[in-house]
């Protein structure tokens, strides 16, 4: 039997290159071991929609 759980964390900072065409986000990766990858999500409006857009080992 597998189980799901989420682990949420925090981030201490989020710094952002953006382009006209793209944003590269950098961070630190967690050292918690459970942490397999996280989800990355974008709207194109502040506040709402949100999609998942990628997911990063």
């Known amino acids: 039997m597998r189980f799901l759980y989420l ?5 201490l900072s989020l710094p952002g290159l953006a382009t ?4 590269k ?3 630190d990766a967690s050292s918690v071991p ?7 999500y ?4 502040q506040g709402g ?3 998942r857009n990628s ?3």
Do not use: M, P, Q, T
């Open 7 to 11: 682990l949420l964390i925090s981030l």
């Open 20 to 23: 006209a065409a793209s944003v």
């Open 25 to 27: 986000l950098l961070w």
């Open 34 to 40: 459970e942490i397999a990858g996280y989800n990355v």
């Open 42 to 45: 974008r709207s194109v409006r």
């Open 49 to 51: 929609d949100y999609l």
């Open 55 to 57: 997911r990063v080992a």
